[in-house]
């Protein structure tokens, strides 16, 4: 068996484990469904909307937060408006008649954290949250929040079940499998409080967060993924609550998508490093033992398996354009001819079937989870695209991050 | 927290694997079950020919060139054997035995063929391939392509393609009786000398000059080309 071969089994076996781990532990501890119950008490909300020239979607944002079901005088939503260029602002006006509203706008400084930090400093509710200017919650997305910080008093901080909003486009569409799989594999890390960001549309916060562990960093641009990281180093839970429903925007161009999943890729590359010592630890559980390692495995696994793809695909090109140089013959263009006897039945075959198959298993119980259909055009277009784009994306993060350490971090 | 999943998990993992290789071993052996099967309704087929050849006796070779000796069978046995051949690798026991079962056909077929043209005065254009698949023959996967394109160009075509290393004594005589040496690939069109070393498509068909004279296929045909590898 050749080198590279080898490599891709290694790649398998570890997206199996993965994928058999999180499967037991769903078979462990299945998610309820949602219940008509109430909370017991309805504390005080800020959910902050920072925005970075966000005018288009603002208002349909802001309009989802208006119709949430939650006492009025218990609810305060704070628009941020990071020095936008594009009217975001004057979108942000329309609601000054909401005695629920206040508009807070500050000069843009390079990065989402100073604005989630600004609006902190403007509230002091119980709970913050924070919702992205592209992202609309659910009416009762709040009230399922609230529940879920009452059913545990050492919960610190809550991520909600996130789909993508309407999904029209192909690549829309590839993302909302993606998304679904997502809300799977983010309530099996509840189970096993391994939860490694929380992210922009609609996670949640005690205020004794801050008070504890201090406001919101830089952190290479994904400041939802440092929190996570430091709630866990401070020991503090961070629990999943499906039944709340966020939906978002997602990019509707590859550059866009890979240019937010570069931010995304390098965010927790560089986090990683902050915080190595989480990695193979058992003080930090499931998290440093499973979920932050099976992550890096993960990036290095995509881009070995792209490189393994690219690298046969290439040869073969070569050879095949060598020996048309060499032998003479034309080239020949044929039918696919089907026959039994020549289907790829190796045994890597069918642990790329086994994998896939593992695959739709997660992304139908996601998709029962978060209480949503997936068409079929969906799922053809996630198992055909996401495994082409993706290690655009890690490669990228793995460049810009590998020149990083030129300028100092690995030195 | 529960280790006990990670061992579980392990576990599961490891018999996915496991299921895996047994489904793939249990295919390749319908696979070479089927490449048998195919041999010995070959050599029945062979047998055949051979013994109504014998009682024809005094040629009816009009009814020998209505019967055409198993050319179809026998390339189609090729491409089966050698896309087993990639997958198991050339010095797996069951492929080697395959290959001798082949090769016995193969000169079984063409010591038919040659009887056949002494008597009915046919003209059938046969090349005899040697080749070595244990990396010490860089040229030879062409050369096999250069054939398996002739023989799809010109249907009428006869190759015999050889592992000169199999350690078949039939095999082995027949080398010896055209003196071929050890220099891979070489081939013998007709009744002609060993040419040695790789060929393009322009040079055999200035070596093999009576291809000119067979029928061509327009579209070559869609099998695997690598049997005469």
Known sequence: MEVGAIGMYICLFMGLYFEVFLLI???????????????ARYPSVAILVPCWNKAKTLGATMHSLLALEYPADRLSILIIDDGSTDGTLAAAQEFAGHAQVRILAKENEGSKFSALNFGLKHTDSELVGCLDADSFVAPDALIEMVKKFESDPNIMAVTPAMKVFEPRTLLERMQSVEYIFGVFYRKMFDNLSAINVLPGPFSFYRRDVFEKIG??????????????????????????????????????????????????????????????????NPRF??????????????????????????????????????????????????????????????????????????????????????????????????????GLVAPLWLARATWDTLRAKETGWLV | MNLNRYVVAFAITAAIFGTAFYIASRIDSTRVADIRATGEAISIDLLSSEVQFELLGNLDCETL????????????????????????GSDNAEV????????????????????????????????????SNTGDCPDC??????????????????????????????????????????????FIAGTRAPVYGFKSLDEMEKLIPELKTLATTTGATTKAATSTR
Not at chain 1, 265 to 272: K, P, Y
Request: aromatic content about 14%; proline content about 4%; glycine content about 6%.
């Open chain 1, 25 to 39: 532990s769903f078979l462990e501890k299945r998610p309820h469904a949602k219940t008509a119950a109430m909370p």
């Open chain 2, 65 to 88: 060139s209505a019967h055409p000796i198993l050319t179809d069978e026998l390339n189609g046995l090729a491409d089966r054997l050698s896309f087993t051949e990639n997958r198991l």
């Open chain 2, 141 to 186: 996967g062409r050369m096999g392509d250069v054939l398996t394109y002739l023989r799809q160009t010109y249907p009428e075509l006869r190759v015999y393609s050889f592992d000169y290393n199999l350690d078949l004594s039939a095999l082995q005589t027949l080398i010896a009786l055209r003196k071929v040496d050890g220099q891979l690939p070489a």
């Open chain 1, 215 to 280: 406001l919101f960093r830089h952190a290479h641009h994904t400041e939802d993924m440092e929190m996570a990281f430091r709630l866990h180093a401070n020991r503090m839970v961070i629990a999943n609550a499906h039944t709340a429903v966020v939906e978002t925007k997602v990019p509707t161009t590859i550059g866009g998508l890979v240019r937010q999943r570069v931010r995304w890729s390098r965010g927790f590359l560089e986090n990683s490093r902050d915080y190595y010592y989480m990695y193979f």
């Open chain 2, 96 to 131: 080697i035995q395959l290959k001798k079962q082949y090769s016995l056909l193969e000169i079984k077929d063409y010591l038919l063929m040659q009887q056949i043209t002494a008597k009915c005065k046919t003209k059938p254009v046969a090349v005899l391939y040697f080749y």
């Open chain 1, 285 to 386: 559980g499931h998290l440093g033992l499973f979920a932050l390692p099976f992550g890096l495995l993960a990036f290095v696994g995509g881009l070995y398996t792209a490189a393994w793809g690219l690298y046969g695909i290439v040869k073969m090109l070569l050879a095949r354009g060598i020996d048309f140089w060499v032998t003479g013959i034309p080239p020949q263009f044929h039918l696919p001819h089907f026959e039994w006897f020549y289907l790829d039945t190796s045994m890597l075959s069918f642990l790329v079937i086994a994998v896939t198959g593992l695959t739709l298993v997660a992304v139908v119980v996601g998709s029962r989870i978060a209480g949503s259909r997936i068409s079929a055009t969906s799922l053809v277009t996630y198992f055909a695209l996401f």
